[in-house]
């Protein structure tokens, strides 16, 4: 026997329909694809729960399997013993009683843009953002209204099943029931303060702590603080960081660009100067003679790398000798003094 059927579904082999179509249901909401998202084993174990269910509900495939240990020719490469992938979802749909797979569909993602300053970026920080989302609506509790009735067009599945005939051969789809909109019911007393949405926009607010080394154009992301749908589940919420530019620091991958001016006497004679920089004040000598463009590299204290803990860039400071455009007579006397020296001849 290939595969234990009854194992799978956690019965034994004298459990009833009944028995088996509850087990069922319960491994198939456990293993839902719409709650595991991403996540390729629970996937495959909802298809294995369908594969089994398939047989074990059905009284002459239960019977062949329970003879021979197998149903039908399963060598074509198919794990699911010939029936139809799309007959897993419409099943499951009309299982749950009404809303094709409505308590797993999934409302939409918020997606919202968050400024930060270098500061912000190198240090790491915690914000409060507020923003607008679908919350369940209170006075009809997220129902859409009263007076539910099963949707005429799908029979309460929430899904219609059009075939198609292509050259290829038949071709049958499940889609989203259009005329109630997957959710299998229809109201006729819409709520009015959802409008038979069953949900309502509502300002909230949400704790977020951005990590050091946030670069710009990196998204965080929130599962399920994004907008709810009517007999569903909440979308995410998605966090765009956006790096607000800086006048001081040029920012080049992890490392920082900072442009000092110094007059030529200061080139020439050395100087200590007190900088600024989003890490705090430090402190750096100008040597005596030092050129214009000359660089001074500092060791950690460009920007961290959100992707490799403890490794953090430099600060690069370049010179610049600022020379100055107009002066006055008693400044020329001293620099024509001057000329007559070797050292400025």
């Known amino acids: ?44 174990k909802f298809k294995e729960c ?106 309460g599945s929430g899904q219609r099943i059009i075939v198609q005939k292509t050259p290829f051969g038949t071709i049958q789809q499940v889609v989203t029931c259009n005329s109630c909109n997957g959710d299998g019911q229809i109201t006729r007393t819409p709520c009015n303060n959802c409008k038979g949405n069953g949900t309502i926009p509502n300002e909230e607010t949400v704790d977020i702590k951005i990590p050091k080394g946030a670069i710009n ?22 966090i765009s960081i956006e790096e607000i530019i800086d006048n001081n620091f040029k920012r080049e991958s992890n490392n920082l660009i900072y442009e000092q001016s110094i007059s030529i006497i200061d080139a020439i004679l050395g100087k200590e100067i007190k900088l600024t920089t989003p890490h705090g004040d430090i402190k750096f000598s100008v040597t005596p003679g030092s050129t214009h463009g000359k660089i001074l590299r500092i060791k950690g204290k460009g920007v961290p790398d959100l992707s490799q803990n403890g490794i953090t860039g430099d600060l690069f400071i370049k010179m610049n000798i600022r020379i100055p455009q107009n002066i006055n007579n008693e400044e020329r006397k001293i620099l024509n003094k001057l000329k007559e020296s070797v050292n400025f001849s």
């Open 1 to 44: 026997m290939s595969k234990d059927y009854y194992k799978i579904l956690e019965v034994d082999k004298n459990s009833s329909v009944d028995e088996i179509k509850k087990s069922y249901r319960k491994m198939a909401m456990k293993y839902h694809p719409d709650k595991n998202p991403d996540n390729p084993q629970a996937e495959e």
């Open 217 to 238: 154009g990196v998204s965080l992301n929130m599962p399920q603080y994004g907008n709810l749908i009517k007999n569903g589940q909440f979308g995410d919420l998605h």
């Open 50 to 155: 369908a594969e089994a269910f398939d047989v074990l509900s059905d009284p002459q495939k239960r019977q062949q399997y329970d003879t021979y240990g197998t149903v039908g020719n399963n060598s074509g490469g198919n794990p699911f013993g010939g029936f139809d992938i799309n007959d897993i979802f419409s099943r499951f749909g009309d299982f749950f009683g009404g809303g094709n797979q409505g308590q797993f569909r999934r409302g939409s993602d918020v997606r919202i843009k968050v400024n930060l300053t270098l500061h912000d970026i190198i240090n790491g920080i915690d914000k409060k953002i507020k923003y607008i989302r679908q919350v369940k609506c209170n006075q009809c509790d997220g129902l859409g209204g009263k007076d539910l009735t099963n949707c005429g067009t799908c029979q």
